[in-house]
Each structure stands twice: as structure tokens, then as C-alpha cells.
């Protein structure tokens, strides 16, 4: 299968990683919606990445679908989302508000670096600010022991990690050191993991 889409995209890069939390193997296509719409739009009509095309040719898209079906081909055992129940609730709550902090992360990121400044809407730049602000706090305060949602990584665990990377590496007045000292640790804890470090963010 194959994997569209820069890993600088957290979106992306947690797709990845969870491939690689899988040991599913995958070729990595790193397109970019800035330079290489036409093709991308071939595997998704919308534009967006990431896109992962299957080897009977067929492409998902979305990453929250992608790691639905992932989850689905490894088996509940395995899956990082619970199958049901409290448990899958607990989760999918955590992963909401950390992919909901990552969106307005990235749009922050859009607004402030890819918008010129004479068209930047500060009202605008102040809200996803609040919004990502809100989010963090929230994550901040988890009291998960030893991982977000309870005895075992899940995929909150994976896109919170993912989050912060991407924050520090890309919006890091966002993030400011040693304001989230907890999420700081645990971004630290998955860094360990072989995934996290192969699937780099690009310099």
C-alpha cells in the first residue's frame, strides 16, 4: 500500500506512525498540497492528504477513516481504539479534543506563515490560539496512568505525541517549554519508540 502525503503534516504522520505501530508496511508518496494538487486530487477529489491507497488500488481517505480501517485489519486485540464500550468512549473523547487542537494548530500555522501579513485577520489568529490553548490545557490534565486513556497506549496516546511534536516544531510560541509539563513527558516517552523516530517530522 501507499501512504500519500509529508510527514510535516501531523495528520500524515499519525497515519504513519500507526502503520508502523502495526508493522504493516507501506511506500511513503511525500506530496504536497502546495505543489502537487493535480496528482493528489486524483487519489482524493477534495485535495487533502493523507490518502492511503490499497493494494487492490482502492484509496481512503482521511485520516480518521485510514485508522479506522487499519484498526479493523489488525483485530481488536491489536487496534488502538477500543471495539466498544466505556472504554472506546473514554478514547475517542481524548483523540477528539488532541485532532480538534490539531487542526486549529495547523491553521494557526497557515494563517500566521503562509498568509501575507497584510491579510492576516487577527481576531481570527487570536481565536485558534484560544482554541489550541483549550485543548492542551485539557490533554494537560488527564490524569492518565501510565498512558492518557489507562494502563495501555492508544491512539490518543499517538496523535497527542504527534500534536506536540508538531507544535514545537512548527508553532512553537504555542507551546511554550515548560507549559505542559505533562504532555512534554509524554511526547518524550513515544519519541522513544522506534515509530515515532523513524517517521520524523522533515527539517
Do not use: C
Not at 501512504?3 to 502495526?22: D, H, K, Q
Not at 481524548?94 to 500566521?112: H, N, Q, R
Request: glycine share 8%; no cysteine; charged share 20%.
Amino acid at each position: 500500500m501507499i501512504l500519500v502525503g509529508r510527514y510535516l503534516s501531523p495528520f500524515v504522520r499519525r497515519t504513519a506512525i500507526t502503520l508502523r505501530l502495526y508493522g504493516i508496511a507501506f511506500e511513503h508518496k511525500p506530496l504536497s498540497t502546495m505543489t502537487d494538487m493535480d496528482a493528489i486530487k486524483k487519489l482524493n477529489p477534495v485535495g487533502r492528504v493523507p490518502v492511503l491507497v490499497l493494494d487492490d488500488g482502492e484509496s481512503l481517505v482521511d485520516s480518521a477513516a485510514i485508522l479506522d480501517h487499519l484498526d479493523e485489519a489488525v483485530g481488536p486485540a491489536r487496534a488502538l481504539v477500543p471495539p466498544a464500550g466505556p472504554e472506546r468512549r473514554r478514547v475517542l473523547r481524548l483523540l477528539s479534543i488532541a485532532v480538534g487542537t490539531m487542526e486549529k494548530g495547523v491553521g494557526y500555522s497557515y494563517e500566521t506563515k503562509r498568509r501575507p501579513a497584510e491579510r492576516q485577520h487577527q481576531p481570527w489568529i487570536d481565536n485558534l490560539k484560544s482554541q489550541v490553548a483549550g485543548g492542551l490545557a485539557a490533554l494537560e490534565a488527564i490524569d492518565g496512568r501510565p498512558w492518557l486513556a489507562g494502563p495501555a497506549m492508544t491512539q490518543a496516546d499517538v496523535s497527542t505525541g504527534v500534536l506536540v511534536d508538531f507544535l514545537k516544531a512548527q508553532v512553537p510560541e504555542l507551546m511554550p517549554a515548560g507549559a505542559y509539563p505533562n504532555l512534554e513527558a509524554l511526547a518524550a516517552r513515544l519519541g522513544q519508540l522506534p515509530a515515532f523516530r523513524e517517521i520524523a517530522i522533515p527539517a
